[in-house]
């Protein structure tokens, strides 16, 4: 009977959080037709995914990819980095103290560089492009958007939310304000597929399948991602000539030693960015503690950023159907994701993940499965003015919306599988 209760809140959660942005909006009138379509759609991809053996074992099968990538990554990060990336110690390791060889740089993030590559070649050969275009093709009709909205949206499944606006540029400087909107949401409520692996080996420990969970996050987000930002803007009227200009060339790299070396050369830069930021915030976040801890304790516990944190995120996590009594922990993981990062937050909940409940763990996987944090905005602002100058004043003016909106959809992801029933993810 509690599953039950818990489902129905998740399933109002929902309509909740779709109704919080509203708020944030204009609030002219709901599209219901878009409310129920982007619910149900959500709820559907899930269902099918899991329920369907053919997708069920595509699903299953992610895991073993991701544990063949990170077997070769090993190979070349042993070579170039030695015994830092879990090669042969030159020198006798005491056992007390092996767990400690773990280096993050060496051994979790190389994964970053090669999928950046590899995913550099399968779209130069065509393979991403076709499915890419598959899902451009069921979102136009299914969610009701232009050409050109479709195509950024489906292409943030598979890559990163600076490199999907690439595909399409020509359009960027005429889209409208709502499309421009959309495509960051979008980009701020999925994940790019060069870190999927990155998140996969810090939650094995706290959930089976991580691979299938994180590739259906980021699937499903882009339905509440519509959603949410029509209601916080609404679409606006697209004129004839326009809508003849949406064909969209998708021809990104010249060749496939082109494709490789771009890769290569982005995936350095995330590599670094990832390293960076999580130094200086983790430095940060140990500062911000300090100085909480001059302050009197509160409720029988020094402050903590983690504590105040959770205390903001609790409602809005319980709306995505977290008990009450782990709200405050789950609302932690929420607030550090928005502050830091989903690294960050996917660390701590690898530590914390014993603490609370499987579903819980399995909720908060998916709602924090998404870019939407304060240091992205820098990124997409700056990655989106890159190729899209003209349209600066808009992209900077649209940027801290859309990092609502696109917080509520990751949520709003949360709660479609809060919603289901638990077993079927089992």
Same mark, same amino acid.
């Given at each position: 009977?509690? @599953?039950?209760?818990?489902q129905?809140r998740?399933?109002?959660?929902?309509?909740?959080?779709?109704?919080?942005?509203w708020?944030?909006?204009?609030r002219?009138? #709901?599209?219901?037709?878009?409310?129920?379509?982007?619910?149900?759609?959500?709820?559907?991809?899930?269902?099918?995914?899991?329920?369907?053996a053919?997708?069920r074992?595509?699903? %299953?099968?992610?895991?073993?990819v991701v544990? #063949?990538? %990170?077997?070769v990554t090993?190979?070349?990060? %042993?070579?170039?980095?030695?015994?830092?990336a879990?090669?042969?110690?030159?020198?006798?390791?005491?056992?007390?103290?092996?767990?400690?060889?773990?280096?993050f740089?060496?051994?979790?993030?190389?994964?970053?560089?090669?999928?950046?590559?590899?995913?550099?070649?399968l779209?130069?050969?065509?393979?991403?492009?076709?499915? #890419?275009?598959?899902?451009?093709?069921?979102?136009?009709?299914?969610?009701?958007?232009?050409?050109?909205?479709?195509?950024?949206?489906?292409?943030?499944i598979f890559?990163?939310?600076?490199?999907s606006?690439?595909l399409i540029?020509p359009?960027l400087?005429?889209m409208?304000?709502?499309?421009?909107f $959309?495509?960051?949401? +979008?980009?701020?409520?999925?994940?790019a597929?060069? +870190?999927?692996a990155?998140?996969?080996? %810090?939650?094995s420990?706290?959930?089976?399948?991580?691979?299938?969970?994180?590739?259906?996050?980021?699937?499903?987000? #882009?339905p509440?991602?519509v959603l949410?930002?029509?209601?916080?803007?609404?679409?606006?009227?697209?004129?004839?000539?326009?809508?003849?200009?949406?064909?969209?060339p998708?021809?990104?790299?010249?060749?496939?030693? @082109?494709?490789?070396?771009?890769g290569?050369?982005?995936?350095?830069?995330?590599?670094?960015?990832?390293?960076?930021?999580?130094?200086?915030?983790?430095?940060?976040?140990?500062? +911000?503690?300090?100085?909480?801890?001059?302050?009197?304790?509160v $409720?029988?516990?020094?402050?903590?950023?983690?504590?105040?944190?959770?205390?903001v995120?609790?409602?809005?996590v319980w709306?995505?159907?977290?008990?009450?009594?782990?709200?405050?922990q789950?609302?932690?993981l929420?607030?550090?994701k928005?502050?830091?990062n989903e690294?960050?937050?996917?660390?701590?909940?690898s530590?914390?993940?014993?603490?609370?409940?499987?579903?819980?763990?399995?909720i908060?996987?998916?709602?924090?499965?998404g870019?939407a944090?304060?240091?992205?905005?820098?990124?997409?602002?700056?990655?989106?003015?890159?190729?899209?100058?003209?349209?600066?004043?808009d992209?900077l003016?649209l940027?801290?919306?859309?990092?609502?909106?696109g917080?509520?959809?990751?949520?709003?992801?949360?709660?479609?599988?809060?919603a289901?029933?638990?077993?079927?993810?089992?």
């Amino acid at each position: 009977m509690d @599953d039950l209760l818990l489902q129905a809140r998740s399933f109002v959660g929902l309509f909740a959080l779709a109704g919080l942005a509203w708020l944030l909006g204009p609030r002219k009138k #709901v599209p219901l037709v878009l409310l129920a379509g982007a619910i149900a759609l959500q709820l559907a991809i899930a269902w099918l995914l899991y329920s369907l053996a053919p997708f069920r074992a595509f699903l %299953q099968s992610l895991t073993g990819v991701v544990a #063949v990538l %990170q077997e070769v990554t090993n190979e070349g990060a %042993q070579f170039v980095f030695g015994y830092l990336a879990g090669g042969a110690m030159p020198f006798e390791v005491n056992e007390e103290n092996a767990g400690g060889l773990f280096i993050f740089a060496f051994q979790a993030l190389p994964m970053v560089i090669v999928l950046s590559a590899l995913s550099a070649l399968l779209w130069r050969w065509r393979l991403l492009e076709f499915l #890419v275009r598959g899902f451009a093709a069921a979102f136009r009709r299914l969610l009701n958007l232009s050409g050109s909205a479709s195509l950024g949206a489906a292409a943030n499944i598979f890559l990163g939310m600076t490199e999907s606006p690439v595909l399409i540029r020509p359009r960027l400087p005429e889209m409208t304000r709502s499309d421009l909107f $959309l495509i960051m949401t +979008v980009g701020f409520s999925t994940v790019a597929g060069s +870190v999927m692996a990155l998140y996969v080996s %810090q939650l094995s420990s706290v959930i089976d399948g991580a691979a299938g969970h994180i590739f259906t996050a980021s699937l499903i987000s #882009v339905p509440a991602a519509v959603l949410l930002s029509r209601l916080m803007m609404p679409a606006e009227p697209v004129s004839e000539e326009a809508l003849q200009k949406e064909k969209i060339p998708t021809k990104i790299y010249h060749s496939s030693m @082109d494709a490789l070396t771009t890769g290569v050369s982005d995936g350095i830069r995330l590599y670094f960015n990832i390293i960076f930021m999580l130094l200086v915030f983790t430095a940060l976040v140990a500062l +911000v503690n300090v100085i909480l801890g001059l302050f009197p304790d509160v $409720l029988g516990a020094p402050l903590s950023a983690d504590r105040i944190l959770g205390w903001v995120f609790a409602p809005i996590v319980w709306l995505a159907g977290i008990p009450w009594s782990e709200a405050t922990q789950a609302g932690s993981l929420m607030g550090l994701k928005t502050a830091l990062n989903e690294v960050y937050a996917y660390d701590r909940l690898s530590q914390v993940g014993g603490e609370l409940s499987e579903r819980t763990r399995l909720i908060m996987t998916y709602a924090l499965c998404g870019f939407a944090n304060f240091s992205s905005v820098g990124i997409l602002t700056g990655g989106l003015v890159a190729i899209a100058p003209s349209r600066r004043e808009d992209i900077l003016e649209l940027a801290p919306r859309a990092l609502v909106s696109g917080t509520l959809a990751t949520l709003m992801t949360g709660a479609a599988v809060g919603a289901l029933p638990a077993g079927l993810f089992g």
